[in-house]
């Protein structure tokens, strides 16, 4: 099969992973242009709806980027996300979604380098996959052949 | 300390002993108002009904198999802003445990309150449970009760010829845990086995008595309902190998969202999926449509199940009203109890187990849980 280009969505914290992707940025070090990024205030903030939606809607993998334990602008915004992301990566597994789409990463406001070497990981393991299969989503929709 | 005691039927009148020993709640001051089901249009259903007269107990049946709400989320409704007076409850075991999820999500108050814990063999559809008593003359929910117990008696099969609601055929917690006072019917002969404080029982002029072995009969009860439960949930994860094989199973939902109604988790106000997020500019779907090639519609169907099972999941106490308010019957009792399962084990947490284990959304520990 020919290799894809995947899609990622990145949910990065203002204080820590934003402040990497731009320090990556200004750094001039080089990541693959497959990403998405959105702004969060906090890791904490991300409410697993929309992790779910960039999947069901096509994304081929999502980041969340927090800052590393015990860090956190908001004292423990990032437990909390840690939490929630655990919880929705068992969800997806039982319900048969590859649970490694979804990536929660520690990433200082410093760490321009580690932003950057996650990105070009994520994007190497993704490319390893097949495409997200709800990229077609009216496939998945017409269904599968399981029942009698 | 908790003693046992027999509460006496006379001439088989069940429900008229636990109108009495229901009216001495209040009679004796114990509590101020009690939540009990009470029979209504002939006893052809049932409602809970808020009793401060105990002369208004005359219909009060907390034993017939129905249950058209968790009434967890009254008792919520009751003592969230912390009344002063004093609330007595009849409730389930599925209504209790939901009952601790709330009072842990502080959408309840259990301080000034008085749970009744009564045995449950498991409850029929609202309407099925209708066209039951239809066929019946005279007393039904007497009737209903007196075929529960003569059942209960000789072990025998389900008494009636319409199923239990799927949630309750497989439901394991047939006793109530976390109660003041239990009401225990399974694996007692005669009567009905009151356990309950001392300090209260005199208060109520019980004297201590014998308690029956009941272990083995509830034992066996569970061992059925464990396996019918086990099976269905095999049954799911053979079935759901792929995202496309869930999003089948979700064919036929027409996405009315009346189970976030019907549970009692789903405590939220205003549901997110019913703000203005979901309400986008028209050419917002055209250009999700373009993209895709063609867009279901209305577009939330699987986000919505799957964000529901984010929100409620980690505290799903299995009361299965999620399916009996659907109306496309999809196997919802087993989705959430199945993923629900999984959830609640990494999380190592038992939902409506105690009010002392920690929500696990609302406390944060250093280390994550391994997700698979």
Same mark, same amino acid.
């Given at each position: 099969?020919?290799?894809?280009?995947?899609?990622?969505i990145?949910f990065?914290?203002?204080?820590?992973?934003y402040?990497?992707?731009?320090?990556?940025?200004?750094?001039?070090?080089?990541?693959?242009?497959?990403?998405r990024?959105i702004?969060?205030?906090?890791?904490?903030a991300?409410?697993?709806?929309?992790?779910?939606?960039?999947?069901?809607?096509?994304?081929?993998?999502?980041?969340?980027?927090?800052?590393?334990?015990?860090t956190?602008?908001?004292?423990?915004?990032?437990?909390?996300?840690?939490?929630?992301?655990?919880?929705?990566?068992n969800i997806?597994?039982?319900?048969?979604?590859?649970?490694?789409?979804?990536?929660?990463r520690?990433i200082?406001?410093?760490?321009?380098?580690?932003?950057?070497?996650?990105?070009?990981?994520?994007?190497?393991?993704?490319?390893?996959?097949?495409?997200?299969?709800?990229?077609?989503?009216?496939?998945?929709?017409?269904?599968?052949?399981?029942?009698? | 300390?908790?003693?046992?005691?027999?509460?006496?039927?006379?001439?088989?009148d069940?429900?008229?002993a636990?109108?009495?020993?229901?009216?001495d709640?209040?009679?004796?001051?114990?509590?101020d108002?009690?939540?009990?089901?009470?029979?209504?249009?002939?006893?052809?259903?049932?409602?809970?009904?808020?009793?401060?007269?105990?002369?208004y107990?005359?219909?009060?049946?907390?034993?017939?198999?129905?249950?058209?709400?968790?009434?967890?989320?009254?008792?919520?409704?009751?003592t969230? /802003?912390?009344?002063?007076?004093k609330?007595?409850?009849?409730? %389930?075991?599925?209504?209790?445990?939901?009952?601790?999820?709330?009072?842990?999500? %502080?959408?309840?108050?259990?301080?000034?309150?008085?749970?009744?814990?009564?045995?449950?063999?498991?409850?029929?559809e609202?309407?099925d449970?209708?066209?039951?008593?239809?066929?019946?003359?005279?007393e039904k929910?007497?009737?209903?009760?007196?075929e529960?117990?003569? %059942?209960?008696?000789?072990d025998?099969?389900?008494?009636?010829?319409?199923?239990?609601?799927?949630?309750?055929q497989?439901?394991?917690?047939?006793?109530?845990?976390?109660a003041?006072i239990?009401?225990?019917?399974?694996?007692?002969? /005669?009567?009905?086995?009151?356990?309950?404080?001392?300090?209260?029982?005199?208060?109520?002029?019980?004297?201590?008595?014998?308690?029956?072995?009941?272990?083995?009969?509830?034992?066996?009860?569970?061992e059925?309902?464990s396996?019918?439960?086990? %099976?269905?949930?095999?049954?799911?994860?053979?079935?759901?190998?792929?995202?496309?094989?869930?999003?089948?199973?979700?064919?036929?939902?027409?996405?009315?969202?009346?189970y976030?109604?019907?549970?009692?988790?789903?405590?939220?106000?205003?549901?997110?999926?019913?703000?203005?997020?979901f309400?986008?500019?028209?050419?917002?779907?055209?250009?999700?449509?373009?993209?895709?090639g063609?867009?279901?519609?209305?577009?939330?169907?699987?986000?919505?199940?799957?964000?529901?099972?984010?929100?409620?999941?980690a505290?799903?106490?299995?009361?299965?009203?999620?399916?009996?308010?659907?109306?496309?019957?999809?196997?919802?009792?087993?989705?959430?109890?199945?993923?629900?399962?999984?959830?609640?084990?990494?999380l190592?947490?038992?939902?409506?187990?105690?009010?002392e284990?920690e929500l696990?959304?609302?406390?944060f520990?250093?280390?994550?849980?391994?997700?698979?």
């Amino acid at each position: 099969m020919a290799e894809f280009e995947p899609r990622i969505i990145a949910f990065l914290c203002n204080w820590c992973a934003y402040q990497g992707a731009d320090l990556a940025g200004t750094s001039h070090l080089e990541y693959p242009p497959n990403v998405r990024i959105i702004r969060l205030m906090c890791s904490g903030a991300i409410d697993p709806v929309y992790i779910i939606n960039a999947l069901l809607t096509g994304a081929d993998g999502v980041l969340i980027g927090g800052c590393h334990l015990g860090t956190c602008h908001y004292q423990n915004g990032n437990y909390k996300a840690q939490r929630r992301v655990d919880i929705l990566r068992n969800i997806l597994h039982q319900v048969g979604f590859a649970e490694d789409r979804v990536w929660l990463r520690w990433i200082d406001a410093s760490e321009g380098q580690l932003f950057a070497s996650t990105i070009r990981e994520m994007v190497n393991e993704l490319k390893a996959k097949e495409p997200n299969p709800l990229r077609h989503p009216w496939e998945v929709w017409q269904g599968s052949n399981w029942g009698p | 300390m908790k003693i046992n005691t027999t509460l006496a039927v006379e001439a088989g009148d069940i429900l008229g002993a636990l109108r009495r020993f229901l009216a001495d709640f209040l009679e004796k001051h114990i509590v101020d108002v009690l939540l009990v089901p009470q029979e209504i249009a002939q006893g052809r259903s049932l409602v809970q009904t808020l009793v401060q007269d105990p002369a208004y107990l005359s219909r009060a049946n907390p034993l017939s198999p129905v249950m058209p709400v968790n009434s967890a989320v009254l008792v919520a409704q009751l003592t969230v /802003d912390k009344p002063q007076r004093k609330v007595g409850a009849v409730l %389930r075991s599925c209504e209790i445990r939901a009952l601790i999820e709330l009072a842990k999500l %502080r959408q309840a108050n259990l301080e000034n309150l008085t749970i009744i814990g009564i045995d449950c063999l498991g409850t029929y559809e609202v309407a099925d449970y209708a066209r039951l008593t239809d066929e019946m003359e005279g007393e039904k929910g007497a009737r209903v009760v007196a075929e529960l117990q003569r %059942r209960i008696a000789e072990d025998g099969a389900e008494p009636f010829p319409i199923p239990l609601r799927p949630a309750c055929q497989m439901c394991e917690f047939p006793t109530t845990g976390g109660a003041d006072i239990t009401l225990g019917l399974i694996g007692v002969e /005669d009567g009905i086995l009151v356990t309950l404080e001392s300090e209260l029982a005199a208060k109520l002029g019980l004297t201590e008595g014998e308690a029956p072995d009941r272990e083995k009969a509830i034992a066996k009860l569970v061992e059925v309902r464990s396996g019918a439960r086990d %099976r269905a949930f095999a049954e799911f994860r053979q079935q759901t190998k792929s995202i496309t094989e869930f999003a089948d199973q979700f064919a036929t939902c027409i996405g009315c969202h009346n189970y976030a109604v019907a549970c009692p988790i789903c405590f939220c106000k205003e549901c997110f999926f019913h703000t203005a997020t979901f309400e986008p500019e028209s050419e917002r779907y055209f250009r999700w449509a373009e993209r895709a090639g063609a867009l279901r519609m209305p577009t939330e169907i699987l986000l919505f199940q799957l964000t529901r099972l984010n929100h409620m999941v980690a505290s799903c106490v299995g009361c299965g009203l999620c399916e009996s308010a659907c109306p496309s019957k999809l196997p919802l009792t087993v989705i959430f109890r199945a993923v629900g399962e999984g959830v609640q084990k990494m999380l190592r947490y038992v939902p409506g187990r105690s009010l002392e284990d920690e929500l696990p959304l609302a406390t944060f520990k250093e280390e994550g849980f391994p997700v698979v």
